[in-house]
């Protein structure tokens, strides 16, 4: 699987096939890789509100809180600013828990 490809199922909302790819070969260091602009599928998912595929890819992702940081395009939006703008609330509310779950001090 693909870049280009992995990107198209968190547009589409697939969190069957997303699961797959990052169980797969591929592995979750698809989710990191960025297209020309700097945005990764967890940037198209929040921006098309595709919850569950948000879901597997922070769940499968070896560290989620660095894919809820990437910066891309020349705002330098990151996938939560993208659901912010978005008004995906739900999605919000899962990257700060996802967020506060790996940050806790043990």
Partial sequence: YNQAGFFCLGRKGDAKK?????????????????????????????KHGSLECI?????????????????AGDREITPFHEAVLE???HIVELMMEKFSLENRIR
Wanted: glycine fraction near 10%; charged fraction near 20%; include cysteine.
């Fill in 87 to 89: 008004g995906h609330p």
């Fill in 18 to 46: 997303a699961n797959e790819v990052m169980l797969g070969d591929v592995g979750p260091a698809i989710a990191k890789i960025p297209d020309y602009l700097g945005w990764t599928a967890l940037h198209e998912a929040c």
């Fill in 55 to 71: 879901r597997v890819i922070l769940n499968c992702s070896e560290a989620p809180c660095d894919l809820l940081g990437i910066k």
